[in-house]
């Protein structure tokens, strides 16, 4: 076989299987289908806020339900310290008649949304009846720090 046979051969052969390739039909589990409805609720790369964890306590889209929520967030910020380190805060309400201890904990990003560091311990935050307590974090990292996300939920 020469050298022009076997272009023509490879061409072909190429061809062949270019043309021979299906389309995924739309029972094909690998298939892609467009899902209506609301997008699933997730706790990551809400920046810049108090993400409750707990959806016995929200509505299921991580934003908090008066009426079934037995606590709310009242006031949430952040602010630049002198030394360049990020100290952010977040006050809660407790709607019912006991007392409830959350759990908080943050976490800090750089410009592109990257960690910064590693997620802070959680830390107990007792909650009085029908009373408000603030929470704060701070940065350990001294630059680079550009956002937050501050997790809570009900501790167990």
Known sequence: MNSRSTLVLVCAVVFAGFTGCRHAPADDPLAARKIDGPPAATPGRQLNQVVILDREVTDGSGASSPPAATFTVERQGGT???N???EVYATFRNRTDLPLELACR???LGLHEEPVEGPAEWQRVPLPPRGLTTFKGRSLALTNVEYFTL???ENR
Do not use: C
């Open 84 to 86: 360049g380190a990020l």
């Open 106 to 108: 943050t976490r800090f």
């Open 80 to 82: 630049r310290l002198p």
């Open 151 to 153: 997790e809570v939920r």
